[in-house]
């Protein structure tokens, strides 16, 4: 089956083409991402509103891109994704009323699809990984592990009780200057740092749930640099490997954790699998590796063109649901607010 996947919950506009055979194997046809980076930069990050007419503004016609790579007409899909949530609403709308649209004029199968459970299954599409995984999703609004037990069957195990570990870095870059996203900027920076030289807490270290804090590990970055302000160049270098090295081993801690819970809990996991721009960290994605390889289990990490947010994933998920029967009434509402325990395997859902 081929279907048709739009995403527009945050600042990237995208539509891609993907194929699933019968097999349930996955094929990308096209996959096309237009970034907003450029309009948000100004501001030193999303601007809603901005976003939304943005988004209004290129759809259709990467829409029309998306459909001209993968050399596919409208009639010749067997339905129509969207992401309809978690997310900005304002683009949330503008991605679903065009799906509906497409929908309804061609009469396809409409796939309201939630945008964390798109990047829950992406690892199928890439490496046909194989229920059940353990998923680290860290991006710049999201930070959580969780159990994929099946399509529409999935465990929250822990996540942030604050700010997301790509906001930690973006506001991190923020306060240092380095400018917008922060996290590839940090990185930068952090790799000619000394990690040792400022001591920054490690929060929810050794608690035996799997949750994540940040916001005072951001408040101390802070409190450390007003102490030896103004910067020099060194200095913020020394901030950012300080920073990085102790998001790395909140993340190692807690992902031990989170795989401890996967077991008691679910079983043995089939991969560790990472998703978010966040897991594109060098430092982080060792951590990964490691806490992986402790248990004996591979680390499955999609390109990072698939890990950040793209329109493939909204339509391998659609693919994954309408392989199921699970399709959606054109009523379905967009939801700012959807968690990812709230999906079922229930069609409308
Ligand atoms: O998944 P993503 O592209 O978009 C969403 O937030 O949905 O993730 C973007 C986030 C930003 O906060 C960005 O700073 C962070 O991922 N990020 C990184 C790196 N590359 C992107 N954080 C740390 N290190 C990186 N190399
Ligand atoms: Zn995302």
Redesign the pocket.
């Known amino acids: 089956m081929i279907v048709l996947g739009i995403e527009t919950?945050?600042?990237?506009t995208a539509a891609a083409v993907v194929e699933r055979n019968a097999e349930g194997q996955g094929r990308i046809l096209s996959n096309v991402v237009l970034s907003q980076i450029n309009e948000h930069a100004a501001f030193g990050g999303v601007v809603p509103e901005i976003a939304a007419r943005a988004h209004v503004e290129a759809l259709d016609s990467i829409i029309a891109k998306a459909m001209n790579e993968a050399q596919v007409s409208f009639a010749a899909l067997d339905g129509i994704a969207a992401a309809a949530g978690p997310g900005l609403i304002g683009g949330v709308i503008v991605g679903l009323t065009m799906a509906k649209a497409i929908a309804l004029v061609h009469n396809k199968p409409l796939m309201a699809v939630n945008?964390l459970e798109a990047?829950a299954l992406t690892a199928r599409l890439t490496d046909a990984t194989a229920f059940p995984y353990c998923l680290f999703l860290?991006?710049?609004?999201?930070t959580q592990i969780l159990g994929v037990r099946g399509v529409g069957d999935y465990l929250r195990i822990g996540g942030t009780v604050d700010d997301?570990?790509?906001?930690a870095?973006?506001k991190t870059?923020k306060l240092l200057g380095l400018g917008?996203?922060?996290?590839?900027?940090?990185?930068k920076e952090a790799a000619h740092g000394d990690p040792e030289r400022f001591k920054l807490p490690r929060p929810m270290a050794g608690r035996h749930d799997a949750n994540f804090s940040l916001s005072g590990l951001k408040t101390a970055l802070r409190l450390e640099a007003e102490k030896i302000a103004p910067l020099s160049d060194g200095d913020v270098a020394d901030l950012c490997a300080s920073f990085?090295q102790a998001?790395s081993e909140v993340v190692m801690d807690r992902l031990r954790a989170g795989l401890g819970m996967f077991r008691e809990q679910v079983g043995v996991p089939t991969a560790l699998v990472c998703?978010?721009?966040?897991?594109?960290?060098?430092?982080?994605r060792k951590v990964l590796h490691r806490v992986a390889f402790e248990i004996g289990i591979s680390l499955v990490a999609p390109p990072?063109a698939l890990?950040?947010?793209n329109g493939a994933m909204i339509a391998w998920a659609g693919a994954e649901r309408l392989a199921l029967g699970l399709t959606d009434s054109l009523a379905i509402a967009p939801r700012a607010r959807w968690p990812l325990a709230e999906v079922t395997k229930a069609a409308g859902s």
């Open positions: 919950t945050c600042d990237e945008h990047h860290a991006s710049g609004g999201h997301a570990i790509g906001e870095f973006d870059a917008y996203p922060g996290g590839p900027l940090v990185e990085q998001v998703a978010g721009g966040v897991a594109a960290n060098q430092a982080i990072p890990c950040t947010d």
